[in-house]
C-alpha cells in the first residue's frame, strides 16, 4: 500500500507544475541571489557556497511541502484522500518519502554545480548524499507538522516559516558542520555529535507524524 | 445501518448541531435541507469523520465503506478524468472498472471530455465528475453535498437516475441541498436543520 501511494505522489508531482524541474529552478535562482551579497573574489569559496546550500534546502523544503499540500486543496480533494479508510500515517510517509527524494534531487543539482564552480570532487559529493537524506528527513517530517499546524486558515498561513526556521536551526547547523568536516575533510569537531542530533531531528519528525499526522489533518 | 445519537457540534461559541440523532438503513436515499449556515456540510463533514465533534457518536455496521463528495470539484486540477479517478482509487485501495468507467463517462454524456486536465471543465462537468467518482468507487454510504447544483437540467435527471440505481444495489445516499422538490421524487427521508436541531421526516 504505502508503494502505490508513493508512486501516487509522484506521479502527481510529475503532474503537476511543481516538479522537481522548477524546484531546481527555484533553487538555482535562489543560489544566484546569494552569490550577489558576495564579492567575486570569495564566491568560490566552499565555506560560503556551503552556508549557501543549507540555506536553500530550508527554503527549497517549505515551497515543496507548500506545493504538496496546495495541490490537494486547490480543488478541494482532500476532503475525499482524507475521508477515505486508509490509515493516515501511511499517507504521511508516502509524502515524506517523495519530497525526501525531490529535495534529494535538487541537492544533487546543486552540488552538480559546486562541482562546476568550486572545484568540489566527485568522492565528497558521493559521501554527502546520506547526509542529505537524514537532514531532509528531519526538514520534512517537521515540516509537514508544522505546516498543518499553522494552515488552519490562510491568515495563519505565515506562521509556517516563521515557526518552521527556528526548529530547523539545529539541523542546518549540524549538516553545515558534517558537510563542512566532509569536504575539507577534517572530520574531527563536533563530528559524531552532528550525526546523532541530525539522527535525532530525523527520527522525532517520523514518529511524530506518524503519530500526529492523521489528528492534525482532519482538525 | 448508519446510527447517530445525541450529536453535537459548536465552532468557538456558537452551537451549530445540538443533539442530532438519526439512522439511515442500507439501499435508502435522504436528504437534508435547510437555510444556508445552519449545519448541512457540518452534519456530513461531522458524520463522515472530516470534522470531530463536542459529543455523541456516529456508528455504522461493520464492514462498511463510505466516500464523502464535497461541494467543492474533489479533483487534482492537472490530471483527465481517468487519472483523477485512478489517483482516488488507490487512496482507497481500489481497482478501477474500464468497463464501468467507460459507461459512466457515456451515461454522463462527458465521453468526448476524456483527454482534458480538470481545471478546463465548466462547473456542471466538474459535477458529473463527481458522479463518475461515485460509479467507480465501491462504497455502501454516499455523502455528498450538494449534488444538485451548477447542474442543467438534463443533468439533475441524469444524478437522479443513477441515485436511483445506486438505491437498487443496496446503497445509500445522504446528501445535502436547496433543491427539495426535485429531491422528494428520490427520496425515502428527509431532514430539515432548523435552529441547530434536525427535523426528520418533513415529505
Known amino acids: 500500500m504505502l508503494f502505490k501511494l508513493i508512486y501516487n505522489e509522484f506521479y502527481l508531482e510529475s503532474k503537476s507544475s511543481y516538479n522537481l524541474f522548477y524546484m531546481s529552478f527555484f533553487a538555482i535562482s535562489c543560489l544566484m541571489f546569494l552569490l550577489f551579497t558576495f564579492p567575486l573574489s570569495k564566491i568560490n569559496d566552499i565555506i560560503i557556497f556551503n552556508g549557501f546550500l543549507w540555506i536553500i534546502v530550508a527554503l527549497s523544503s517549505i515551497k515543496l511541502i507548500e506545493n504538496s499540500f496546495a495541490r490537494e486543496r486547490d480543488f478541494s480533494v482532500h476532503d475525499l484522500i482524507y475521508s477515505s479508510s486508509i490509515d493516515l500515517s501511511l499517507v504521511f510517509l508516502s509524502k515524506l518519502f517523495t519530497l525526501n527524494m525531490i529535495l534529494a534531487g535538487v541537492q544533487l543539482i546543486l552540488l552538480f554545480i559546486y562541482i562546476l564552480f568550486a572545484g568540489l570532487n566527485f568522492d565528497i559529493v558521493f559521501n554527502l548524499i546520506p547526509l542529505c537524506v537524514l537532514t531532509n528527513f528531519g526538514l520534512i517530517g517537521f515540516g509537514i507538522l508544522i505546516f498543518l499546524l499553522t494552515n488552519t486558515s490562510t491568515s495563519k498561513s505565515f506562521l509556517f516559516p516563521v515557526i518552521f526556521f527556528p526548529i530547523i536551526i539545529p539541523i542546518l547547523i549540524n549538516s553545515s558542520n558534517i558537510a563542512l568536516g566532509l569536504i575539507i575533510q577534517d572530520t574531527a569537531s563536533l563530528y559524531i555529535e552532528s550525526w546523532l542530533i541530525l539522527l535525532t531531528f530525523a527520527l522525532l519528525g517520523v514518529l511524530l507524524g506518524i503519530n500526529l499526522f492523521g489528528r492534525l489533518i482532519k482538525q | ?203
Not at chain 2, 463527481?130 to 455523502?143: G, P, S, T
Not at chain 2, 441541498?177 to 421524487?185: R, W
Request: proline letters at 1%; hydrophobic letters at 40%; aromatic letters at 10%.
Open chain 2, 1 to 203: 445501518m448508519l446510527t447517530v445519537k445525541n450529536l453535537n457540534k459548536s465552532f468557538s461559541n456558537t452551537c451549530v448541531l445540538q443533539n442530532a440523532s438519526f439512522s439511515v438503513d442500507l439501499g435508502k436515499i435522504c436528504a437534508i435541507s435547510g437555510v444556508n449556515g445552519c449545519g448541512k456540510t457540518t452534519f456530513l463533514k461531522c458524520i463522515s469523520g472530516l470534522i470531530s465533534y463536542d459529543s455523541g457518536f456516529v456508528e455504522f455496521k461493520s464492514n462498511t465503506n463510505f466516500l464523502f463528495l464535497s461541494d467543492k470539484p474533489n479533483v487534482f486540477g492537472d490530471l483527465t478524468i481517468e487519472e483523477n479517478l485512478t489517483i482516488l482509487s488507490r487512496y482507497h485501495n481500489q481497482k478501477i472498472d474500464m468497463n464501468i468507467f467507460n459507461d459512466s463517462l457515456e451515461v454522463l454524456n462527458i465521453a468526448e471530455l476524456r483527454e482534458l486536465p480538470l481545471k478546463f471543465f465548466s462547473q456542471g462537468n466538474l459535477q458529473r465528475n463527481k458522479l463518475v467518482i461515485a460509479m467507480n468507487l465501491k462504497w455502501d454510504y454516499l455523502f455528498i453535498d450538494e449534488p444538485f447544483s451548477n447542474l442543467d437540467h438534463q443533468g439533475i435527471k441524469a444524478f437522479k437516475k443513477i441515485f436511483t440505481r445506486f438505491k437498487s444495489e443496496e446503497k445509500s445516499i445522504i446528501f445535502s441541498t436547496h433543491h427539495i422538490d426535485e429531491s422528494k421524487s428520490i427520496c425515502d427521508k428527509m431532514i430539515n436543520i432548523k435552529n441547530s436541531t434536525l427535523i426528520s421526516d418533513v415529505i
